[in-house]
């Protein structure tokens, strides 16, 4: 039997992962570049019923190298959207001593 390779020695081959479990039965993971999770929801307006996506992940790399995930929350009743977290990492850069930067600040995109 082989040790597992230390936390040192090990290299991602994909920039994000994105895991998935939707009810007991449907599941999913995959490594990816980026990635664009939208999260709708029931609601009502008026006598209609529909799906309003109500939460967005958005991740990928900017100009710079670095790898952000952007959480954004949607409402029907907003002229926009607010992100309220975003997360970020630099992986390549080994004199960073941060291993991921997060930002709780609300803001509009």
């Not at 998935?20 to 995959?30: I, L, Y």
């Not at 992940?57 to 100009?63: L, M, N």
């Amino acid at each position: 039997m082989s040790a597992l390779p230390s936390v040192t020695t090990v290299r991602c081959d994909k920039q994000f992962q994105v895991s998935c479990e939707a009810g007991t039965e449907n599941n999913f993971s995959v490594g990816t570049e980026s990635l664009s999770v939208r999260v709708g929801q029931c609601i009502r307006r008026g006598a209609s019923e529909e799906i309003w996506d109500s939460v967005g992940v958005y991740a990928g790399e900017d100009g710079d190298g670095n790898l952000i995930v952007r959480v954004l929350v949607f409402n029907p009743d907003w002229d926009e959207p607010l992100q309220i977290a975003t997360m970020r990492s630099r992986p390549r850069d080994e004199a960073c001593s941060t291993p991921l930067g997060c930002n709780l600040d609300h803001v509009r995109p």
